[in-house]
């Protein structure tokens, strides 16, 4: 399932950048904080597995208190329907196994190796291991500093048995420890086999153990001896191959006691110091760090945030060295003090919110929605995560909602209303000019409208009564003795000249009698209309 433009939680995912059997990463924005993040997301069938919410959220909780240079931050997490994720420090760099595939540099493979054994020793110091160290979970900044990220990852995925329904344990074959492949209960000694494997693949360019399917590989790391590294790189210091060798020692007891252990044993035999009694007297003085190990440690302040520590290493190596590391240490100086400019606006930025809200929260009680939707809205816009910013916007909008349509309906009642008071007027008008048939109109569409409007059921009635009186007594003109009862229609004639002389002498007789008629009927209605002035 492809998330890219989706939002989890608060971060617009953009664009899938990575893919793995348990997971998925994605870059993603965060508005709030104007930045791009790593959002790695398990496979929703993980949903599944009982207790899996509980333990997701106990080991990410867990991941997220590691604080260590070299190990990739975790920014946040969270639970959307079935899907579960982490929200890491985005690195675009890319990996320590985009540069596999040929032998290192020993000094090389040693910084880097030293970088994510720290890491590994930070972790196991507060009971977390790793369970799947590999090149691919080890990401590499611009300058090349090493970044362990996924902690804990297999072991959430896994639950309490450390084996898929295959029979091979959580993790990557290639770099499993023997008790890992079988199952068994695993600790800090997993993680150092799968170091000292990384160690291997890093000076021969090659991993120890191939084979056609996952499951022969773990079947060579239980029962094969490791071809020795320099039967592949000859040039290769025996020290080296040693170490490799007691690093991947089958019995987990015969490794390193710690990362950090192998890491040392790895600078002794690469670089080893030179005797202290060769040294001239102002060398064997307890002095400063060297510059090189101020930068580390610079460099771990930088990439955790610690601006305040960053810039005070900073500022002592540009004070010794101006152009040190061909000017990075300056610019990270200015980039770590400019870091901190931008925290004090954050600061700022955020106590102008909280004012805001104070604000708004007073408009918010007393009612007044129509502003105080537009200021919820602001605030939310400024910060997606602001506390009960959504829902106290939900509330004012449902609000001036209900408050627009209770507006609407009063504009709505008032308008009839003065429909009803126009059609009423009208209807009295009418009745005192004597106008009876539109009066009884006007009352009939009140009473539809509004059957108790008033008085106008009896005006109405009224209205009726007189035009049926007054229909009594209309005069009836009869047009002979045979047809009483019955009013003539008065039509004009057709024109008789081309008639036969009978049928014209008839046809002129019966227009005298219809002109006649027509007189007493203008006579009889213009009598009635003078009696009703009267």
Not at 13 to 33: D, F
Not at 63 to 80: C, K, M, S, Y
């Amino acid at each position: 399932m492809d998330l890219a433009g989706k939002t989890l939680g608060q971060f617009r995912i953009t664009e899938a950048i990575g893919r793995g059997g348990m997971a998925a990463v994605y870059k993603a924005y965060q508005p709030s904080l104007d930045r791009y993040v790593a959002i790695k997301v398990l496979s929703a069938q993980h949903a599944l597995t009982p207790d899996f919410s509980e333990r997701f959220v106990r080991e990410a909780r867990a991941i997220a208190q590691l604080n260590h240079p070299n190990i990739l931050p975790v920014i946040d997490f969270g639970q959307e329907d079935d899907l579960s994720y982490i929200v890491m420090k985005y690195v675009p760099a890319g990996t320590l196994k985009g540069k596999m595939g040929q032998p290192m540099e020993l000094e090389t493979a040693l910084r880097l190796l030293e970088g994510i054994a720290a890491a590994l020793d930070h972790a196991h110091s507060r009971g977390i291991l790793h369970r799947d160290v590999k090149p691919g979970n080890v990401l590499l900044d611009e300058n090349d500093w090493a970044l362990l990220a996924d902690f804990g990852l297999a072991k959430m995925v896994s639950g309490s048995s450390e084996l898929t329904g295959s029979g091979v344990g959580i993790g990557t074959p290639a770099y499993m420890s023997p008790e890992q492949c079988q199952g068994m209960p695993v600790d800090v000694y997993t993680d150092i086999y799968a170091l000292g494997i990384v160690l291997y693949e890093m000076v021969t360019g090659r991993l120890p153990f191939d084979a056609d399917t996952p499951f022969a590989v773990v079947m060579k790391q239980i029962s094969d001896p490791l071809p020795l590294p320099r039967s592949i790189r000859a040039d290769l210091p025996e020290d080296v191959e040693r170490i490799i060798l007691k690093a991947t020692a089958k019995t987990p007891q015969d490794r390193f006691e710690t990362a950090g252990d192998l890491a040392r044993a790895l600078r002794a035999a690469i670089t080893p110091d030179p005797p202290t009694t060769l040294l001239p007297n102002n060398a064997r003085k307890k002095a400063t760090p060297r510059l090189a190990d101020l930068y580390t440690q610079a460099l771990g302040y930088f990439y955790t945030e610690q601006w305040a520590k960053a810039i005070k290493t900073l500022e002592t190596i540009v004070a010794t060295q101006p152009n040190y590391e061909d000017g990075d240490a300056a610019r990270r100086l200015e980039q770590s003090k400019e870091q901190v400019q931008l925290a004090d606006l954050y600061t700022q930025a955020q106590r102008a919110l909280s004012d805001e809200y104070s604000d708004a929260k007073k408009l918010h009680d007393s009612g007044q929605w129509q502003a105080v939707v537009g200021v919820w809205d602001h605030i939310r816009n400024l910060d997606a995560n602001y506390p009960d910013t959504d829902g106290l916007l939900t509330q004012a909008q449902s609000k001036l909602r209900q408050e627009r349509a209770a507006e609407a309906a009063k504009r709505q009642a008032e308008g009839r209303a003065r429909h009803l008071s126009d059609l009423y007027r009208r209807g009295l008008t009418h009745m005192a000019a004597d106008e009876w048939q539109q009066a009884a109109t006007l009352f009939a569409q009140i009473e539809t409208m509004e059957p108790d409007y008033q008085e106008t059921s009896g005006l109405l009635e009224r209205a009726r009564r007189e035009i049926a009186s007054r229909e009594a007594k209309a005069p009836v003109i009869h047009s002979g003795q045979g047809d009483k009862g019955r009013l003539i229609r008065f039509q004009p004639q057709r024109k008789t000249r081309n008639l036969p002389h009978g049928q014209r002498r008839k046809r002129c007789a019966m227009d005298a009698l219809a002109r006649r008629q027509r007189k007493l009927v203008s006579n009889a209605i213009s009598r009635r209309l003078a009696g009703l002035r009267l």
